[in-house]
């Protein structure tokens, strides 16, 4: 019995935590969702089915490479990245398994990028005691703003292609990055989420300002938990010119299932549910804070992790502009309705960032 046979949950507790709605939001083939099914119910571990997808869509990208397909190849690329990224989030402790897995996904992610046009930016930024990155991703023409976009529990950084397609298409920029305890700054770059969060995506901030051809203005689109450190960032750093919460709560809190419970440990470095509390008091928004510039919170009304409430705080600190979206049926973050989602939130953006959507 290999290492992932013993160490993975069952193959039905990890279809819940990754169902077909959020692989195709993040970009994953259907006829691979269709695949992993297929195998996964034949008895074939979760991350060795992933990865022969990915396999094949490395493959298929090489060949079309080849060939000088280079849309094809590109597509390929994004193809196998994908199977990565939820081959890994099998694992919810960085074990070399999982390690391994999130290196392949990120060279998956270079060779798209190398592909494409502008060719995607690999960002490495010092912080405290290790280092953040993330991908930049420009549109064909002068960017007229740029959009932060991350992630939380799981799921980081280049997770949010699909949505940089969308910001693009509106002559923004995107820059999709891993903040602390999270994807690359958490296993190549050492950083926890026991750090300065705030301060963490403040560099991200920091260095989209610094270059004036990603249009001087910047938002931040956090999704799950991160929409916590989203809103929180906006809170404390008035360079922030818009932000959109999609799906955190205010105030975290563990919530007593493996996945979660789990994620939240590795994210922290520590397995005490004390200390791990601890640290969601000190991330939670607090009441004083407040967000100068427009805020927009999506909420899915099945999801099963995050009520209305929980996000209420977030529309409350607002000073300007609050503007809550509800699908009643919508998934946690509203994986089922994705296209239509992604496309509201940019609008919003272009709105607010780049005066006016296309």
Not at 4 to 23: G, K
Not at 35 to 54: F, H, I, K, N
Not at 234 to 263: H, I, K, M, W
Request: charged fraction near 20%; charge should be negative.
């Amino acid at each position: 019995m290999s290492t992932s046979q013993r160490s993975l949950p069952p193959a039905e507790v990890l279809w819940r935590a990754m169902s077909p709605t959020r692989m195709l939001d993040c970009g994953m083939d259907y006829a691979d969702v269709l695949a992993l099914r297929s195998l996964t119910d034949a008895g074939v571990p979760w991350d060795e089915a992933a990865e022969r997808l990915a396999a094949a869509g490395r493959e298929r990208g090489e060949a079309a490479r080849s060939a000088g397909h280079l849309v094809t190849a590109h597509a390929a690329f994004r193809s196998a990245a994908a199977a990565l990224l939820f081959a890994q989030m099998a694992f919810n402790h960085d074990e070399p398994r999982k390690a391994e897995l999130y290196r392949r996904f990120t060279d998956a992610v270079a060779a798209a990028g190398a592909l494409a046009d502008p060719v995607w930016e690999h960002v490495s930024l010092p912080f405290d005691h290790g280092r953040l990155f993330g991908w930049l991703i420009r549109p064909t023409g002068p960017a007229r703003g740029t959009v932060i976009v991350f992630g939380g529990q799981s799921g980081w950084g280049a997770a949010y292609l699909r949505a940089a397609d969308a910001l693009s298409a509106r002559g923004l920029a995107a820059f999709l990055v891993e903040g602390p305890g999270q994807g690359q700054s958490r296993i190549a770059g050492g950083l926890l989420l026991d750090v300065d969060v705030r301060a963490a995506y403040s560099a991200f901030v920091g260095h989209v300002l610094a270059d004036p051809s990603l249009g001087g203005r910047v938002g931040l689109w956090g999704n799950s938990m991160g929409g916590l450190y989203a809103g929180t960032t906006a809170a404390a750093d008035r360079r922030v010119s818009a932000v959109c919460v999609n799906g955190a709560p205010a105030r975290p809190r563990v919530l007593g299932f493996r996945t979660f419970d789990e994620q939240a440990a590795a994210m922290f470095g520590t397995t005490d549910p004390a200390a791990v509390e601890a640290n969601f008091e000190r991330l939670a928004l607090r009441p004083d804070d407040r967000i100068c510039g427009p805020v927009l919170v999506l909420h899915g009304g099945q999801d099963p992790i995050v009520t209305l409430d929980d996000q209420r705080p977030f529309l409350d600190a607002a000073l300007g502009a609050a503007t809550l979206r509800v699908w009643d049926d919508g998934e946690h973050t509203v994986y089922n309705h994705a296209d239509e989602r992604t496309a509201y939130v940019a609008d919003w953006f272009a709105d607010h960032l780049g005066g006016g959507g296309e």
